[in-house]
Antibody, heavy 121, light 107 residues
Framework: QVQLQESGPRLVKPSETLSLTCTVS??????????WSWIRQPPGKGLEWIGY???????NYNPSLKSRVTISADTSKNQFSLKLRSVTAADTAVYYC?????????????WGQGTLVTVSS | DIQMTQSPSSLSASVGDRVTITCRAS??????LNWYQQKAGKAPKLLIY???SLQSGVPSRFGGSGFGTDFTLTISSLQAEDIATYYC?????????FGQGTKVEIK
């Protein structure tokens, strides 16, 4: 059973870089059957897809965040990571990592438990 | 971006009621539509993929239908444990986008 777990600082100062890591257990980020995504949810609001990485290293980002986002993977550690630069209070959110099922259709399953990151000085 | 609009934003129903949530896409997305359930303080959980396929382990009282721009999530007999916010999500074209959510409460 695949499980995902987010980790990283819970508090980030404005203008700095938010960095999170997702550790995958029970499965492999090197699997060609899946993409690996980051999704966020501001407190009390809806869900926003941030981007994904494929085992080959190819990435795809939401244009709304593309200029500030980098997603990378470390297959030796079975992890993938998110970096969001130049953060503001608007980036305060629960950040989820999720497996992005890749077939004729696509869906997110499973999700990590999420981690709340607050942007504040 | 494809806009996803859910209705209603919230609803209150009694245990045993049939509950219907609708999701409309701003353009034709064929069957590239997923439904998630999010309970308070928890991560979303996949219920339905490809518009009508029930995810393994999800109770059969949940069902999905639709094609093109109009989709429906149905709970055939609402249970207390179904209290949650439900989101639709399109996977037709990037960026993947979600509806704003429908909060389901018990009357």
């Amino acid at each position: 059973q695949v499980q995902l777990q987010e980790s990283g600082p819970r508090l980030v100062k404005p203008s700095e870089t938010l960095s999170l890591t997702c550790t995958v257990s029970g499965g492999s980020v090197s699997s060609g059957s899946y993409y690996w995504s980051w999704i966020r949810q501001p407190p009390g609001k809806g869900l926003e897809w941030i981007g994904y990485i494929y085992y080959s290293g190819s990435t795809n980002y939401n244009p709304s965040l593309k200029s500030r986002v980098t997603i990378s993977a470390d297959t030796s550690k079975n992890q993938f990571s998110l970096k969001l630069r130049s953060v503001t209070a608007a980036d305060t959110a629960v950040y989820y990592c999720a497996r992005d099922h890749y077939s004729n259709y696509r869906w997110f399953d499973p999700w990590g438990q999420g981690t709340l990151v607050t942007v504040s000085s | 971006d494809i806009q996803m609009t859910q209705s209603p934003s919230s609803l209150s129903a009694s245990v045993g009621d049939r509950v219907t949530i609708t999701c409309r896409a701003s353009e034709n997305i064929a069957r590239y539509l997923n439904w998630y359930q999010q309970k308070a303080g928890k991560a979303p959980k996949l219920l339905i993929y490809a518009a009508s396929s029930l995810q393994s382990g999800v109770p059969s009282r949940f069902g999905g239908s639709g094609f093109g721009t109009d989709f429906t999530l149905t709970i055939s007999s609402l249970q207390a444990e179904d209290i949650a916010t439900y989101y639709c999500q399109q996977s037709y074209s990037s960026p993947w986008t979600f509806g704003q959510g429908t909060k389901v409460e018990i009357k």
